[in-house]
């Protein structure tokens, strides 16, 4: 089974060849905090398409989508 970051790095990649043009994002986190509270405001404003975010210079995808603990409930449902 492919970890998160390997198949988030196989589909960026897949995109970038796809495409043979330059992809622009509207957010670039250099860190795992910074990529959070961006996905935290896209789901604060309803907006459930990530594909604006480059997560190419995150290492480190663990625990990004965690249960809520007061409520069970994900953080974040992106599952739409």
Do not use: W
């Not at 986190?29 to 459930?48: A, C, G, S």
């Not at 990004?64 to 409520?71: A, G, R, S």
């Amino acid at each position: 089974m492919k970890s998160l970051s390997q198949h988030v790095k196989e589909e960026f990649n897949f995109r970038i060849n796809r495409d043979s043009a330059k992809i622009t994002y509207n957010y670039s986190p250099k860190t795992k905090d910074e990529l959070t509270q961006i996905i935290k405001d896209h789901y604060d404003n309803k907006v459930y398409d990530l594909n604006d975010i480059d997560v190419s210079q995150i290492t480190d995808f663990s625990e990004i989508f965690v249960m809520d603990e007061k409520t069970g409930n994900p953080q974040f449902d992106v599952s739409k």
